[in-house]
């Protein structure tokens, strides 16, 4: 299972990162008179509504999905795992404050959420990357902070604080580490999630903006020939659908491996 999302993720890395080398065509060249053409050994995928390649254009949506699930990821974990470890580790009315916020955030659901912040903030990529790690801490701040409630009662961090060592070393050399299995596996599901979202949102016109190539975008356009041109929606879908299932399998497995008390027999 690992395994198989591995080379999921690492096939769409690659081709997110020499998709500019590997694409036969510019995707955003018109070719009005080939429109809706099905697939071809000239156009492996296709050509859309205005004829443009389709494979070219899943290569660059690649990347604006990968961009995005990193970006959302690194600055949601940034957040969750400060906000969490304060947290846990001091207790008190800073537990209190940051717990009921979290409370909050999480009484509303994330993908309506983000709608309405794109919404007032404007459709754009930028703000969908805020809107996603708005919501995206959350997550990251409840995990590492049950995580933080257990190690600072470590005989290894109960010996640091009484040989004198200051509460941020305590917290970066010692709390922290411990929380970064359960982080990582996290992070994982994560980028699934926010990449599913990006493409929600760009699929309703909240997220990247025409003519950037984006899954979702393409979705939005192909869904009005479903019948006379299934491949304009077949191949974008698909390609949403295996990498959110190549990080599910990645995060599912690392899971496994991290924790030996969810190995399967």
Known sequence: MVRAGAIIVFL?????????????????????????????????????????DIFSRVLAGARISMLVGLTVVGISSIVGIALGAVAGYFGGWLDEGISRSIDILLAFPGILLAIALVAVLGPSLRNVVMALSVIGWVGYARLVRGQVLRAREFEFVQAARALGASTTR???????????????????????????AEASLSFLGLGVQPPTPSWGTMLNGGRLHLLDAPHLTIFPGAAIATLVLGFNFLGDGLRDVLDPKRQRV
């Open 12 to 52: 769409t890395v690659f081709a997110a990162a020499a998709g500019p080398w590997l694409s036969p065509y510019d995707p955003s060249s018109q070719q009005l008179s080939q429109r809706l053409e099905r697939p071809s050994m000239d156009h492996f995928f296709g050509l859309d509504e205005l004829g443009r």
């Open 170 to 196: 305590i917290l970066v050399r010692h709390v922290v580490p411990t929380t970064l299995p359960a982080v990582m596996v996290q992070a994982t599901l994560g980028m699934a999630g926010s990449i599913l």
